[in-house]
């Protein structure tokens, strides 16, 4: 039975056409993505307040809106920000939380209920996901003419291409960006209101009293006729004519008369987007996550092909991003290194085991890898970098499970046996060794596979990939390849003349040196477990001082720019800097353009920015692309100095994309308290002492800024003799310089709302406001400069909570190439150098890396004791002995010395991926430990103690233990050259502490074993 694969040569070879047909098909219909999705689990909530200051905002509409989504319990955290005129709740989900469709349905349910709690004045909270998935294609859509920009031109274009790309097979959504939202307009003069006896807010109740846009009831007899009153605006000459009543002569005039009617953008403007330095609107979309990106892309660019042939002279168009180049270099460049390495692995294959075995050997590469894509295609994994990962990390450990299963067939054959004899018997033997060190090293890498958590959505496939390959390499292993060594003996014996490239590499004086130091260990057995522990406990000495970077930045042509003005800045402005900057930015030889987004986050080009900013008119987010990545992170820095040195007025961030999970920024310190002005004072002193830290560039707080305000002084008793209370002046000063809607016009299936207010050139200044007539209750006129007084006042700009608690987020931005770790410790050390503490009532937390770093470890560690437990059992149960478990448990814990050594020795980063190579390390030394260990025990005398006999078998199983060695580090060395910095420490750990491992499986396995068998007998025991 053990041997069927090869007594059924028809079942051999229809297993081997399936798993190529399986595996390709797959491969060609993955979905293929750039990086893995993450669950969108982070959305805002935005309530405009017009008018309302930081406090009131917090009392009537934040607190609010935070108490009633307090109740939802699968939200991890709620964080708001009160400005003037409003709101913004942040609502982040538990990790835990897979499913978030429902829970995000109640919050939109919750929002319903707390709308009608909100002051009337206030608009209906509006919702938003902060969407995590990158976008497959960027478009935007230029004005190239001369003359001002037609917004309303450009908008209707730019539908007019969201239609097109909506029906493109695979699209899951499609936005606009820079969209313009048009009204009409109508502006009177104060003076020419008050002599008619009106308020911009009596000309837009009568306007929208004209505006008649519900049924008048039906007619019911024989047929049903609807009635409607025909006086609804549709049109700017309707809305001119609409008539006006007015109050101080009772007669009727037309609103065209008395104020001026106009079609336009609302002004001043939300957000804006900037293409090639022209005003443009930009269409962006994704892709469901099923289908392939690259598919996708050819369908959208005919699309673009036809549409960009049509369009109207004075319009471009052009592409800010295609997702599909990145994915199809991405992927290039990681099956591109699992191709060299398969290469590498099967031409010392072929040195060290002959050639014989090193085609067997590299045809179980390919196998296992189209088994792993059947697998993936069935189980909805994609393929992105990560899942390939998976692949790069478990090539040793494919490799290794057919390395020893050839060499054990070999070693039968050579010693007589028939080809059925020799797999029977290689079969029988290596079956449950292989089978313990497969699913010890399938439960190291369970925890990545199942972490909960963005953080486990990035990195889940890695586990998922490895465990697939694992056990595809195994059932291999014991089936066709073993067949397939057994068919190459019948087809090509070997000669009896001994040739390295039929037999393999083999050198007499080394073999003796080797022999001598097996004798010599042995014979003193803890001499032998002692000098294999040196490697491994240095390395732990030395695991403190590694460096630490949990995810590395990309090598991508890409990076972000942002730019922060003081929060009272116009929109205007930020657009004079941001061309401004562009200019600047542009004269460096690598940068080939820069793409501005004004007043509101740009759609998502990566996969972990988080779209959060609106509303923010000094706000600008630019998309850097470079000519090529040569000196990616020296262009980033002299830009960064360029641009600080130019702009000293604004805090501008030159930005390298980041890989893992999202994160504000690198270095952020929670304060919590009571008091505003005494959180503001210690964000000050934090930032103080952040700004000494070395490689820190800038920094920011929530509570910096102190906003002017002009506070009005009522004479409360003139103004009542004159017919007038606070809350009236309040509501004719509002409605008159920011403007109040009236009905609106239906262009099609465009709603433009009708907004009344006073003329420009009555709003630009203070004395003309100061002159406003107001009309009092009787009827008179009443200038505003009678009833108060103005003067500017210092305010509070912004007030910030976390879960219901005052909070002042100070943060700091570091240099590219900056470790936040080491930052962050040197600045830990400054606290504690300064005895800094903080005032009762107050605390601290730490954010950013950090947290996004801590909160991954813990959902790796978090499943580690029951594993461990697993881990055990299966080891007593394939060795029956918990001795002979605990010095396995001894090999898997010296391997975690043996890549900190590694890193160490090589200068490399401990983070992610090099915790993902030292779970590979782990299992490459239990495989090697756990074959020697069970040639040990099926040797009748080796099992005995016999110091001979132990050195024999050692002998033995040295030529699979070294080619099992020497093909990984050599496999894995086009990752340790990698230039993007993402795979050199999962490489170095690996490939660096193979050697180590080594050691562990001839020295230390056999030292350890001899020692128990001596004390065993010492004892009169057994193991």
Do not use: C
Not at 205 to 226: C, F, H, P, W
Not at 357 to 369: E, N
């Amino acid at each position: 039975m053990l041997n069927l694969f090869y007594r059924n040569r028809q079942l051999l070879f229809l297993s081997i056409a399936l798993i190529i047909v399986w595996g390709l098909s797959a491969f060609l219909t993955l979905p293929r993505l750039e990086d893995p999705e993450i669950t969108q689990r982070n959305s805002t909530v935005t309530t405009v307040f017009p008018g309302a200051s930081p406090e009131r905002v917090e009392a009537l509409i934040t607190d609010k809106i935070e108490e009633e989504l307090s109740e939802i319990e699968e939200i991890d955290s709620l964080e708001s920000t009160s400005n003037p005129g409003l709101s913004v709740v942040a609502i982040e989900l538990k990790e835990n939380i897979r499913n978030v469709d429902p829970v995000w349905a109640r919050v939109r349910s919750q929002l319903e209920d707390v709308t009608p709690q909100l002051p009337a004045e206030a608009l209906e909270p509006e919702y938003e996901d902060s969407g995590v998935k990158a976008s497959a294609l960027i478009v935007g859509l230029k004005w190239e003419l001369d003359s001002p920009a037609n917004s309303a031109i450009l908008r209707r274009v730019a539908e007019g291409l969201e239609a097109q790309l909506r029906n493109v097979s695979g699209t899951d959504k499609v936005e606009i960006f820079g969209e313009p939202d048009e009204e009409i307009l109508v502006e009177a003069d104060s003076a020419e209101l008050a002599q008619l006896g009106l308020t911009a807010q009596v000309l837009a109740q009568q306007i929208n009293a004209s505006d008649a846009k519900v049924s008048a009831g039906e007619l019911r007899n024989q047929d049903e006729l609807l009635l409607e009153v025909s006086s609804n605006l549709d049109s700017l000459e309707r809305v001119r004519r609409i008539p006006i009543r007015v109050e101080a002569t009772g007669k009727v005039a037309q609103l065209g008369d008395i104020a001026k009617v106009t079609k336009g953008v609302q002004q001043p403007v939300s957000d804006l987007t900037l293409i090639d330095g022209q005003p443009a609107i930009v269409v962006s979309a994704t892709v469901e996550s099923d289908f392939r990106v690259d598919t996708w892309a050819e369908q959208a660019h005919q699309v673009l092909n036809t549409f960009e042939t049509n369009l109207s002279d004075g319009i471009g168009m052009t592409v800010v991003l295609d997702q599909s180049l990145y994915v199809q270099q991405r992927l290039n460049g990681v099956v591109g290194n699992l191709v060299m390495s398969s290469l590498l692995v099967v031409g010392v294959s072929l040195v060290i085991l002959g050639w014989r075995s090193a085609l067997i050997v590299g045809a179980a590469l390919p196998l296992a890898t189209l088994t792993v894509f059947g697998a993936m295609k069935s189980l909805g994994i994609p393929l992105h970098q990560m899942s390939v990962t998976g692949l790069i990390i478990s090539l040793g450990l494919l490799i290794d499970n057919a390395i020893v299963v050839v060499d054990e067939v070999q070693l039968h054959l050579q010693a007589g046996g028939t080809p059925a004899q020799a797999i029977q018997q290689a079969v029988k033997q290596l079956a449950v060794p292989l089978l313990a060190s497969t699913m010890t090293t399938v439960l190291a890498f369970v925890p990545i596979a199942t972490s909960p958590g963005g953080t486990g959505e990035f990195i889940g496939t890695i586990g998922s990939t490895v465990i697939l390959a694992l056990i595809s390499s195994l059932v291999l292993s014991l089936t066709v390849i073993a067949a397939l060594t057994g068919l190459m003996h019948q087809r090509f014996p070997q000669p009896a003349r001994k040739r390295w490239w039929v037999h393999g590499f083999a050198n007499s004086r080394l073999t003796t040196v080797y022999r001598w130091s097996l004798a010599t260990v042995f014979r003193r057995p803890i001499l032998g477990i002692i000098l294999a522990m040196v490697l491994p406990i240095t390395g732990f000495i030395q695991f403190a001082s590694l460096p630490q970077q949990f995810f590395p930045p990309t090598n991508r042509d890409q990076f972000q720019v942002e730019i922060e003005l003081p929060a009272t800045s116009a929109i205007s402005t930020t657009q004079t800097l941001a061309l401004k900057a562009r200019e600047v930015m542009q004269e460096h030889p690598k940068v080939a353009d820069v793409q501005w987004f004004l007043g509101k986050s740009a759609p998502s080009f990566f996969y972990n920015i988080i779209s959060n900013r609106r509303n923010a008119a000094n706000y600008a987010q630019g998309i850097v692309q470079l000519n090529d990545t040569d000196d990616l992170r020296g262009t980033v820095q002299t830009l960064q100095t360029k641009l600080d040195r130019d702009f000293p007025e604004a805090q501008i961030l030159v930005k390298q994309l980041e890989q893992g999970p999202p994160f504000d920024a690198p270095i952020e310190l929670r304060l919590y308290g009571p008091d505003i002005d005494q959180l503001r004072e210690l964000g000050n002193q934090m930032r103080g002492m952040l700004a000494q830290v070395p490689n820190v560039i800038h920094t920011q707080a929530d509570l910096t800024e102190i906003a002017p305000k002009l506070a009005l002084t009522v004479d409360e008793v003139i103004a009542q003799r004159a017919g007038l209370d606070n809350g009236e002046i309040a509501t004719q000063l509002n409605s008159s310089l920011d403007g109040v809607t009236g009905g609106s016009i239906l262009e099609g299936t465009e709603e433009l709302p009708v907004r009344v207010r006073l003329a420009d050139r009555q709003r630009g200044n203070l004395s003309q406001i100061e002159s406003l007539d107001l009309l009092s209750s009787n009827g008179s006129r009443v200038p505003f400069g009678a009833l108060a007084s103005t003067s500017l006042v210092p305010d509070i700009s912004t007030i910030v909570r976390r879960d219901g608690q005052r909070i002042n987020t100070v943060q700091a931005f570091l240099t590219a190439g900056a470790l936040p770790d080491t930052v962050l410790t040197q600045f830990q050390q400054q606290l504690k150098d300064l005895n800094f503490g903080l005032p009762p009532s107050y605390r601290i937390e730490y954010g950013g890396e950090a947290d996004a770093r801590g909160s991954a470890v813990g959902n790796l560690l978090s499943t580690v004791g029951v594993l461990m437990v697993l881990m055990t059992a299966i080891l007593v149960l394939s060795f029956n002995s918990f001795a002979l478990a605990g010095v396995l448990a001894v090999v898997a814990i010296a391997a975690i010395g043996l890549a900190a050594l590694a890193l160490w020795t090589f200068d490399a980063l401990f983070g992610f991926t090099a915790i993902l190579g030292t779970l590979g390390l782990i299992g490459l030394a239990l495989n090697d430990s756990i074959v020697v260990l069970a040639a040990l025990q099926a040797d009748p005398l080796a099992r005995q103690g016999d110091r001979k006999a132990t050195q024999e078998v050692v002998l033995k199983a040295t030529r699979h233990i070294i080619a099992t060695t020497v093909t990984t580090i050599i496999g894995f060395v086009p990752l340790m050259l990698d230039p993007t910095g993402f795979w050199p420490p999962l490489a170095i750990a690996i490939a660096g502490g193979l050697g180590g491992a080594t050691l562990l499986a001839l020295y230390f396995i056999p030292s350890t074993y001899l020692w128990l068998k001596r004390s065993a007998h010492r004892t009169s025991g057994g193991i």
